[in-house]
C-alpha cells in the first residue's frame, strides 16, 4: 500500500456556529488527478485553505503523504511538498517573471537564509526560473514586470511559480477563472502536461475542462461529501443530478 | 555598472573637508548620521513595509548606555561601544517580539508606545539618566590614537562608518533573504505558502535594523559628547520616518537625499522659524498627501502634470 | 489610609479621564481603521481651550462645554479635509495624524507659551467631603461621575440608537454596512467629531487637576495607546475596565516607584499581547 499523497480523515470547521466542513474525509494517491466540485456554498474553498494551512480545522487530521500536518503553520506546507495556485492572481504585479518563478524556488531553498550575498547571481536559481519560463514559451518576456503581462500569461505563470518548487501535491484553486476561449486552452494543455508524479487536487467550475483533466471526483455539498468517484459514476450519479439541478 | 559614479560620489563626499569650513564639516557630520539611522528605518519601513514609530529608540539606548558605561563605570570606549551594540540589539530582540505581536496599524502602536515608556523612563529614572539634564562630559573614542575632537577627523570617521554601514545594509536587502522581506511586504500570504516563515523574516529584519540604529546612536553620542532623553523622542522617530517616506522608501539611496533634505531643512529653518515641530508636521502633511512616493518621484509627476502630459 | 483614600480617588479620576480619552481613540479605529495619532493633542487643546474660556470668568461647566463642541469641530474639520484624502491609505493617514500633532503642539506654543495654565477647581467643588474621619477631595469624585456618565450615555448610544447600530455594524463588518446602504461617509465624520469631543471633554475635565500645559498630548497618547492595546478594539467594556487598570497602575507606580513608573504601565500591556493579541477584550484585530 503506498502512502497517500493526501488523507483527509473527518474534518471539521465551524465559524461562528456555522459548519461550514463536516466529517470530510478523503484520500488522494500519489500522481492522481482529483477534482473538487459542489455548488456555491459547498464548502470548497474552506476545505481548499484548510488542506493548504491558511485555516486550521477544528477536529480530524490532515496527512501529506504520511506527514501531520493539521497543526503545522502554512509555510510548513512548501517543506512537505505541497504548493498552490490562488483564485485571484497572487504574483509580485512590481517584480520580473523571472524574479517571481526564482522567489517562489527560494522558499524551499537552503539560499533563504542569505543576508549577504546577492539574489541575482546565485545563477542556479535565476537559471531554472528562465529554464521554466522558456518552457512555457515566455523566455522573452521574462524581464518584464508580471504585471505588464496578459492575464493569460499570469495565469500561466502562477502556475508555474507553484511547480517551479517541484511539489508532489499540487492545489489549483480555479485556475480557468475569468480566462477567454483561447487562454483557457493554453492553461488546460498547460495542466495536462505536468508531471504524471505531481498529486494534482483541482478546484474547477468550467466543467468541459474539469471533467476531461479529472481521474476522480469529489461532490461536495453544505460541506459534506455527498458522491465520490470516476467521471462515469459521478456524473451518471442521481445525487448529483439532485445537487446541481435541485430535482 | 553605478560603481563609477559611485566612486566619484566618495571622492567628493571624502575631500569635503579640505575645502569647506568647520560649520559645514560637522553639518556633514549630522547629515552622515541622519543617513545611517534613516537607512536602518528603511530595511523595516521601506524593505519590509513595517511603520514603526518608536525607531528614535535604539538609537538613544546604544547612545545612553555608551555613555553611562562611560561615566558612570569609567569604561573606556573599546568596552563601551560594543556593549552599547549588543544591549541595544538585545532589546530590540525583544521590543521586535512585541511589536510583531501584531501587524499593520497594531504594529506601529506597539512601537510607538514601548518608544514612550522608554523615553519616559529616560527623563523620569533621574538616577541612572539624570534626567533632563542628561549626561555630560562624555567623550569621543580614538581610534589608533587619532584624535575625533578635530572636525575633520569625525567627519572621515563617520563617512568611514557611515559607508561600511550602508554597504552592508545593500548587500543585506539585496540578498536572497532581503528578496524574501520585501516579499512579505507585498504579499505575506503567498510568502507564508511559498515557504518563507514570514514572522521570523520580519523578527530578524527588526533586529537588524536595531543594530544599525544603535550604530547611528554611537555616532551622536561621539559627535555631541552629550545625551539628552529628547533624542528618544517621537519627534526624533518622525524625522527619521519623514527623511525615509521623502526620498523615497524601499530604495538605498532614497533615505541618504531624505537625510540631506531633513537635516538642512531643520537646520536652516530653524535659523528663520521658531517652530520646527510645526514646519516638520506641515512637511509630513505635504508629503503624505501630495507626493507619497517621495520628494524625488513626485517632484517628477508634478512636474509632468504641470508641462501636461497626461502619465 | 488617608494616603491610600488619595491614592485610590487619583487613580479612579485617572482612570475616568483615560476613558474619556481612549473611548474616541478606540471608537475611530474600530470603525475607520484610523490610529489617530492627534488624539492626544485634541486633549491638550480641551484643556487650553477651556482654561482660556475659564480664565475669561466662565464657569468649569461651560468651559468644558466650549472644550467640547471646539474639538469636536476641530475633529470634523480633520476628518474632511485632511483624512478623505487619504482614503484607503492608512499608513498615511496615521502619517498625516502625526504631522498635524506636530502642528497642534506648537501651535499651542505659540498661542498659550510655554507656561502651564491652571484651572481653577470651581468653588462648589473645592471644599472636600469628610466621610468617616477621611478626607476625599471632591473634584477627583466629580470626574469619576462624569466619566461614569460618559460612559452610560457612550452605551446607550451605541447599543440603542440607530447611530449607534450604523457604527457597531460598520465595525463588524464595513463593506456588508455599506452594501445594505449606511452612509459611510457621514457616518465617519459623525463619528470622528464624537471622538474627539470627548477628548477635548476629557481634557477640560483633566484642566484643574494637570494644569494645561505643553507636553500634555505627549503623556496622554501614549497612555490611550496602552489601553486600546490592553482593553482590545471593539469592546467598549474593554476600554472602560483597561481605562481603569491603566489608571491604576500609573497613579500607584507614580507613588511607589517614581522613577521606574512607566516599567510599571509596560507590565500588563506585554502580558496581555504575549497571550491575547486581540486584547482582553477585543473582537476587532489590530
New interface residues.
Given amino acids: 500500500m503506498t502512502t497517500p499523497a493526501l488523507e483527509l480523515r473527518d474534518l471539521q470547521k465551524s465559524f461562528g456556529g456555522v459548519a461550514v466542513t463536516q466529517g470530510v474525509s478523503l484520500t488522494i494517491q500519489p500522481g492522481e488527478r482529483r477534482l473538487i466540485i459542489g455548488p456555491n456554498g459547498a464548502g470548497k474553498t474552506t476545505l481548499f485553505n484548510q488542506i493548504a494551512g491558511e485555516i486550521m480545522p477544528d477536529s480530524g487530521t490532515i496527512s501529506v503523504f504520511g506527514q501531520d500536518l493539521t497543526h503545522q503553520p502554512v509555510q510548513a506546507r512548501a517543506h512537505a511538498g505541497v504548493s498552490r495556485t490562488y483564485q485571484v492572481i497572487t504574483l509580485f504585479a512590481k517584480d520580473t517573471l523571472a524574479h517571481n518563478v526564482a522567489l517562489a524556488m527560494l522558499g524551499v531553498n537552503r539560499q533563504r537564509f542569505q543576508i549577504f550575498k546577492a539574489f541575482r547571481s546565485d545563477d542556479a536559481l535565476y537559471e531554472r526560473a528562465l529554464q521554466i519560463l522558456s518552457s512555457l514559451g515566455l523566455s522573452d518576456k521574462a524581464h518584464l514586470q508580471a504585471g505588464e503581462i496578459s492575464y493569460g500569461e499570469q495565469r500561466r505563470v502562477e502556475i508555474a511559480v507553484a511547480m517551479s518548487q517541484s511539489p508532489r501535491l499540487l492545489l489549483l484553486d480555479e485556475p480557468l477563472a475569468g480566462l477567454s476561449q483561447d487562454e483557457r486552452a493554453m492553461v488546460r494543455d498547460l495542466i495536462a502536461g505536468l508531471p504524471r508524479e505531481t498529486a494534482i487536487v483541482m478546484i474547477e467550475h468550467d466543467m468541459d475542462v474539469a471533467l476531461a483533466f479529472a481521474e476522480q471526483i469529489t461532490v461536495l455539498h453544505q460541506g459534506r461529501v455527498i458522491v465520490e468517484g470516476d467521471r462515469e459514476t459521478v456524473v451518471n450519479h442521481p445525487r448529483t443530478r439532485e445537487i446541481y439541478l435541485g430535482t | 555598472m553605478k560603481r563609477l559614479p559611485i566612486a566619484a560620489l566618495l571622492l567628493l563626499l571624502f575631500s569635503i573637508p579640505l575645502f569647506a569650513g568647520e560649520y559645514f564639516v560637522n553639518l556633514g557630520s549630522q547629515i552622515l548620521i541622519a543617513a545611517v539611522f534613516a537607512a536602518s528605518l528603511n530595511l523595516l519601513v521601506g524593505y519590509g513595509g513595517l511603520t514603526s514609530l518608536g525607531h528614535a529608540t535604539f538609537m538613544g539606548l546604544s547612545a545612553y548606555i555608551s555613555a553611562w558605561l562611560a561615566v558612570k563605570m569609567g569604561l573606556g570606549h573599546a568596552a563601551t561601544a560594543p556593549a552599547a551594540l549588543l544591549l541595544t540589539t538585545l532589546i530590540g530582540v525583544a521590543f521586535g517580539w512585541i511589536a510583531l505581536r501584531a501587524t499593520g496599524l497594531g504594529f506601529l502602536m506597539l512601537t510607538l508606545a514601548l518608544s514612550q515608556i522608554v523615553w519616559g523612563l529616560g527623563y523620569r529614572w533621574v538616577s541612572v539618566t539624570n534626567g533632563d539634564n542628561g549626561l555630560s562630559g562624555l567623550t569621543r573614542p580614538q581610534p589608533f590614537g587619532w584624535s575625533l575632537d578635530v572636525s575633520s577627523h569625525f567627519f572621515w570617521f563617520s563617512l568611514l562608518v557611515s559607508c561600511v554601514c550602508i554597504f552592508l545594509m545593500a548587500r543585506f536587502v539585496k540578498s536572497p533573504f532581503g528578496a524574501s522581506l520585501r516579499g512579505t511586504k507585498d504579499q505575506a500570504r503567498r510568502m507564508a505558502a511559498l515557504g518563507f516563515n514570514v514572522h521570523a523574516i520580519r523578527w530578524f529584519s527588526f533586529i537588524v535594523a536595531s543594530f544599525f540604529a544603535a550604530v547611528a546612536g554611537l555616532l551622536y553620542v561621539y559627535f555631541h559628547k552629550y545625551i539628552h532623553p529628547s533624542v528618544m523622542s517621537v519627534t526624533v522617530s518622525a524625522e527619521a520616518l519623514l527623511c525615509v517616506i521623502a526620498g523615497g522608501a524601499g530604495t538605498i539611496a532614497g533615505p541618504l537625499v531624505g537625510a540631506i533634505l531633513v537635516v538642512v531643512l531643520k537646520t536652516y529653518a530653524s535659523a528663520y522659524i521658531e517652530r520646527w515641530n510645526m514646519m516638520l508636521g506641515l512637511v509630513f502633511l505635504f508629503i503624505v498627501v501630495f507626493m507619497p512616493a517621495g520628494l524625488v518621484p513626485g517632484v517628477a509627476h508634478w512636474t509632468r502634470r504641470l508641462r501636461g502630459d497626461k502619465s | 489610609m488617608q494616603i491610600w483614600v488619595i491614592q485610590i480617588l487619583n487613580s479612579l479620576s485617572l482612570g475616568g479621564l483615560l476613558f474619556m480619552l481612549s473611548s474616541g481613540f478606540a471608537l475611530i479605529?474600530g470603525l475607520m481603521?484610523i490610529?489617530n495619532?492627534t488624539h492626544g493633542s485634541l486633549f491638550m487643546l480641551g484643556a487650553y481651550v477651556a482654561a482660556t474660556v475659564a480664565r475669561a470668568g466662565y464657569g468649569l461647566a461651560l468651559a468644558a462645554l466650549a472644550a467640547m463642541f471646539a474639538v469636536g469641530l476641530l475633529g470634523g474639520l480633520i476628518e474632511r479635509l485632511?483624512l478623505r484624502?487619504?482614503a484607503n491609505?492608512?499608513?498615511?493617514q496615521?502619517?498625516?495624524t502625526?504631522?498635524?500633532?506636530?502642528?497642534?503642539?506648537?501651535?499651542c506654543?505659540?498661542v498659550w507659551g510655554g507656561d502651564p495654565i491652571p484651572i481653577i477647581t470651581p468653588a462648589l467643588f473645592k471644599a472636600p467631603l469628610r466621610m468617616m474621619g477621611l478626607i476625599f477631595p471632591t473634584y477627583r469624585l466629580v470626574v469619576l461621575v462624569a466619566a461614569i456618565v460618559s460612559a452610560l450615555l457612550l452605551y446607550l448610544l451605541i447599543e440603542r440608537t440607530r447611530l449607534g447600530a450604523m457604527i457597531r455594524a460598520g465595525v463588524d463588518d464595513m463593506s456588508m454596512a455599506r452594501a445594505v446602504g449606511i452612509p459611510v461617509s457621514l457616518l465617519f465624520t459623525t463619528v470622528f467629531c464624537l471622538g474627539a469631543a470627548l477628548a477635548g471633554l476629557g481634557g477640560a475635565l483633566a484642566g484643574p487637576i494637570f494644569n494645561a500645559y505643553p507636553g500634555l498630548d505627549?503623556e496622554m497618547?501614549?497612555l490611550a495607546?496602552?489601553v486600546?492595546?490592553l482593553g482590545g478594539v471593539g469592546s467598549l467594556a474593554g476600554t472602560f475596565i483597561a481605562s481603569f487598570i491603566i489608571g491604576f497602575i500609573y497613579t500607584f507606580g507614580i507613588a511607589l516607584m517614581?522613577?521606574?513608573?512607566?516599567?510599571i504601565?509596560?507590565l500588563p500591556?506585554?502580558l496581555v499581547?504575549?497571550f491575547k493579541?486581540s486584547g482582553l477584550f477585543g473582537r476587532v484585530?489590530?
Avoid at chain 3, 98 to 107: E, M, N, R, Y
Fill in positions: 479605529f481603521r490610529a495619532l485632511v484624502r487619504l491609505n492608512a499608513q498615511g496615521v502619517l498625516a502625526l504631522g498635524l500633532s506636530f502642528v497642534a503642539a506648537d501651535f506654543l505659540m505627549a497618547l501614549p495607546l496602552i486600546v492595546i517614581p522613577d521606574l513608573a512607566y516599567v504601565l509596560f500591556m506585554v499581547i504575549a493579541p484585530s489590530t
